[in-house]
């Protein structure tokens, strides 16, 4: 039996929510992956009283292996025409286009409708901060994180 948590197939679908989020804008595989790890990890960020993946010692070490499911996931969305990509000076940047439109607009669960609130609440969260800062802090936190635990 297949796993789809955590996969590439769970993965595209945040992608997708997230972008529609962001469909003024292009955005990078970085922040569509910081965007994912607030939004699932609201509680640490203190933009929600719970974390959507419930608590989890080590929720700071998936953010690499997040990264890496984000990376793929965009690509598998390209290749299937629901998102574009745009290069710029800073590497490719990704819009949803009428065909994720079209898609996004089937998901119909409270997990769907709960992650995209978190996902507006991350986007205000982020709203002031470059990109290079997010990483950052989201790299601090999980420093702390560590340290806190002894680790």
Do not use: W
């Amino acid at each position: 039996m297949n796993n789809i948590f955590n996969s590439t197939f769970e993965v595209s679908l945040r992608i997708l929510i997230i972008l529609s989020e962001y469909q003024d804008t292009h955005i990078s595989t970085d922040t569509i992956a910081a965007i994912d790890f607030i939004s699932i990890y609201g509680a640490e960020f203190e933009i929600s009283d719970t974390n959507l993946h419930g608590d989890n010692i080590f929720k700071f070490s998936e953010f690499t292996s997040r990264r890496t499911l984000i990376q793929q996931g965009v690509k598998k969305l390209v290749l299937q025409n629901l998102i574009s990509v745009l290069p710029s000076e800073d590497g490719f940047t990704y819009h949803i286009n009428n065909n994720g439109r079209k898609y996004i607009n089937l998901f119909e669960s409270n997990y769907a409708h709960t992650y995209k609130e978190m996902c507006h609440k991350a986007r205000q969260f982020i709203l002031n901060r470059t990109e290079k800062d997010v990483l950052k802090m989201i790299n601090e936190l999980s420093i702390y994180s560590l340290k806190k635990r002894g680790i």
